[in-house]
């Protein structure tokens, strides 16, 4: 079983681009989940999304950042016109259901803005 | 919301020493909590979790206990091995959805 699988796994972007990165669940799981890992900080929730819907977006800055979760294929995290702060590992998760349980983790996106 | 606090690290241990990872939440309600370690380079995994009150989770050697009175929940091994040198995070559920509310994590290096 294919795990959540995210790419690219390292991307490079100049100040003022556009950065997109993709967000493929489980097999079954219509959660995701958008983390963000700074250097030397924990993991800070961004967004969760079910098919088609936001439901928590209470950690996506305000400007800049947006994410979708379409009826048909990946989960899109889209940082607009890049900073160097952006600079972190984005990390997917899945689950099946909003019923506590366990997220399944990708192995993650770093994004190094120069 | 949930919040929590974990100890900080780098915990450098040697190998087949005792390990405690103290943390600590504040909730409304009582909400899950898990532990997920992150080795370098990947994603995190979940290690262990508990549901409830007094309920203890356990995987690999590790343990803890989740203790409603002092709402902590500090994970435990006996006798750790260089392979569980990684990143462990503490994590409350976010209450109303699934979301887990991760501590700064722990880095814990362990020496042959």
């Known amino acids: 079983n294919a795990g959540v699988m995210q790419n690219p796994r390292h991307l490079v972007r100049r100040r003022g681009q556009e950065a997109r990165l993709r967000c493929s669940p489980m097999k079954g799981h219509s959660h995701v989940y958008w983390y963000r890992q700074l250097p030397e900080e924990g993991l800070k929730f961004m967004v969760y999304?079910?098919?088609?819907?936001?439901?928590?977006e209470s950690g996506m800055p305000k400007e800049r950042f947006s994410a979708e979760f379409p009826k048909e294929g990946p989960s899109i995290l889209r940082i607009q016109q890049v900073v160097r702060g952006d600079s972190a590992a984005y990390f997917c998760a899945s689950s099946p259901g909003q019923e506590t349980g366990e997220l399944f983790f990708g192995e993650g996106s770093r994004l190094t803005v120069l | 919301g949930n919040s929590v606090t974990q100890m900080e690290g780098p915990v450098t241990l040697s190998e087949e020493a005792f390990l405690t990872i103290n943390c600590t939440y504040t909730a409304t309600g009582y909400p899950s909590l898990f532990w997920y370690v992150q080795y370098p380079g990947e994603g995190l995994q979940l290690l262990l979790k508990?549901?409830?009150?007094?309920d203890k989770g356990s995987n690999k050697g590790f343990e803890a206990t989740y203790r409603k009175e002092t709402t902590s929940f500090h994970l435990e091994k006996g006798s750790v091995q260089v392979s569980d040198s990684a990143v462990y995070f503490c994590a409350p559920d976010g209450g109303a959805t699934n979301k887990l509310i991760f501590g700064t994590g722990t880095l814990l290096a362990v020496q042959p």
């Open positions: 999304l079910q098919k088609e819907n936001i439901i928590d």
């Open positions: 508990a549901t409830k009150a007094d």
